[in-house]
């Protein structure tokens, strides 16, 4: 049982060490790379996750059930970045969504670890998209980040006016995202959802992983307790201790709410601990081999936008050096997420019915 667990812990946060050494820098500029074809979205192959067929979005931990085909709201998820390595074709800056062995690691890591976190709250659609490369967060040239981003933007805007026009149906939904798909997701808000109909419908807005300025989605605002509705939540998860690089003020105010209480304790300015919960509050993470939930491991508090975490309690944690625990912000607190997104639907049910 030890060594399951070593082996179940470390196999993950490995991928976590391996994010935060990825050294590899695109050589060729964008302009010098051909564009893969867009994605047609009536074809259920571009499609990651989709209700009605088998795909890792369904599975579930042991001991808890999907949201069934009545369930009431849906779930759009926005992958994070795993185009890291060294391309092997000519697309050189955004992923070919053709492309088997990629899909199958986006399948088999965050739709599986990641996606099936919201799978109790509603029916979940996970769009296959060219995924700008690892580089876009690299690179001095900014006009070839801007690019290859908005590549891989247009194809999850397209992703979700097909969802909207042709699955959702006018349901609510929630809006989930990691990393890059965050970035993603911040800018459906801004440009398809904020100040439309759609905003009437939208039960909450994930978006961990990535620094989202509090003042940034105008017109929708931080959810500030669990049961709250409407609203955007999001955090970026470090070791206790870490200080965060960029500097605070000037407009610069990342939101940080909690995912263990779901409380936000407001700005960053503070030079103390705000919002700190007890691990004993900790629903549990989900980790290597899917299935077994891993329940009080974790504690959090927010510092200066950022959300700190003692190193978790599992056999072989004192192995892991990194103080960045970006790969886990949904997995540390998966049975969270669930239980939190699952709740939000029922009360969203509640307050549209009063």
Known sequence: MLRLSLVAFLSFFLLAEVLNAQHYLNP??????????????????????LPGRVDEADKTPKGHRAASAEAPADVFYIHPTLYSDEPKTEFKWNQDVRDPDLNRQVDELPIRYQATAFNAAGLVYAPRYRQAHYSVFLTPHLDDKKRALDIAY????????????????????????HSQGTLHAAHLLKHRIIGTALQGNLVAAYLPGMPIPADSLAGLPVCTDSLATGCWVSWRTFRWGYRPIAPIGDGFDPVCVNPISWSYSGGVKRDTVQGYVH?????????????????????????????????????????????????????????????????RVQQFAVVRGS
Request: net charge positive.
């Open 28 to 49: 060729t500029r964008f302009a010098e790379s051909p564009v893969p074809p867009a994605p047609d979205y009536s074809d259920s192959k571009n499609w990651c996750a």
């Open 154 to 177: 247009a194809d999850v805007e397209a992703a979700f006016d097909y969802f909207i026009k042709n699955h959702n149906q006018g349901r609510p939904f929630v809006l989930a995202g």
């Open 279 to 343: 691990r004993h509050h900790h629903k549990g993470a989900a980790l290597k081999p899917f299935g077994r939930i891993y329940r009080h491991r974790c504690d959090a508090g927010s510092y200066r936008g950022v959300l700190w975490v003692h190193r978790p309690r599992f056999p072989g944690s004192f192995l892991i050096r990194s103080s960045n625990y970006h790969a886990g912000d949904i997995n540390l607190f998966y049975m969270d997420v669930r239980h939190n997104a699952a709740l």
